[in-house]
């Protein structure tokens, strides 16, 4: 994969902004027009916000917000899936490069995770089990005419390296993300439509059994992240007959509260789609979750 990143629009700006469990409006963090930054993650301090741009990775501290470099070595550049490990001093990254790997979140040499195959398999990071010993990520493989086929759901152990595929279409899957408490795995799924792009939010078993859609509307939903209590969730919701996760959409971002998936509520409406919620942004204390708008002004 070539490095194609992302560019700011002419008028464009980034804007951080922090919604709130309760329900109550979002407030603007931070805003940017000098570099397009993605997918916030929230540390386990909750003084900072992870967020890439550029190919590379920043931090962005609450109080005095700004933008500081974290400087990695030995890793390609970045695309928008990272996710920190339960030690919050470590986070894997998806790069470029159609691997994952895992840096110190200080900074510093990084490790390739994932190992070359045949075929080749491009590999999408989301999810981190709660104790930190299991990934589950999206996996794209060649077809026969020479591009790529439906992504599904793997895990990979990172004590003895097995790999496991735990959906096998027949739709695309995404966002596959450990719940934090409870056995269970969130993403986002066509596998309930025979209407191209039309994923709704699912969540399954850690072994890919059970598959139980939680979302039914004409809406094109992705990104499930569970606050770190499983007493909230949020996922983003694109216009009916979006394709994939687009950039520069008009979506909604939707609140669940008490595992009431049939009920959920419009924290925002904006310009955003790619990199506003690719990552968990939740708080550590489950009361706050980040997300990035990307107005036109």
């Not at 590379?56 to 500081?68: D, K, M, N, Q």
């Not at 470099?69 to 890793?75: E, G, T, Y």
């Not at 735990?166 to 269970?184: I, K, N, Q, V, Y």
Request: glycine residues 10%.
């Amino acid at each position: 994969m070539n490095p194609d990143f992302r560019r700011l629009l002419p008028g464009q700006i980034c804007r951080v902004q922090i919604g709130y469990a309760d329900g109550r409006p979002p407030e603007v963090l931070f805003e940017t027009d000098d570099l397009l930054i993605e997918a916030p993650n929230w540390t386990l301090d909750g003084e900072r916000l992870i967020v890439n741009g550029d190919g590379g990775l920043w931090s962005l501290a609450l109080r005095e917000p700004a933008l500081t470099p974290i400087p990695l070595k030995d890793v390609p550049p970045l695309n928008n899936d990272h996710v920190l490990s339960p030690d919050g001093e470590h986070i894997f990254l998806s790069a470029y490069d159609g691997h994952i790997h895992e840096a110190p979140l200080s900074g510093g040499p990084g490790r390739r995770i994932t190992p070359d195959r045949v075929p080749r398999r491009l590999h999408f990071l989301h999810g981190v089990s709660p104790d930190g010993l299991t990934l589950a990520y999206i996996g794209i493989e060649p077809d026969a005419a020479g591009g790529w086929r439906n992504a599904d759901v793997f895990s990979l152990s990172l004590r003895d390296g097995a790999d496991r595929r735990l959906t096998h279409g027949p739709g695309p899957a995404d966002g596959c993300e450990f719940a934090p408490r409870s056995d269970a795995i969130y993403l986002n799924t066509e596998a309930f439509s025979d209407t191209p792009g039309h994923a709704q939010i699912a969540r399954m078993s850690v072994t890919g059994a059970h598959l139980e859609q939680l979302t039914h509307d004409d809406a094109v939903n992705w990104f499930p992240h569970l606050a770190p209590d499983e007493e909230h969730a949020v996922y983003l919701s694109f216009p009916p007959g979006t394709i994939g996760h687009p950039e520069n959409a008009e979506v909604e971002l939707k609140l669940v509260t008490a595992d009431d998936w049939a009920h959920p509520h419009t924290i925002d409406r904006f310009l955003g789609g790619q990199g506003t919620i690719n990552v968990n942004s939740w708080a550590p204390d489950s009361t706050r979750f980040a997300y990035i708008s990307y107005p036109v002004i």
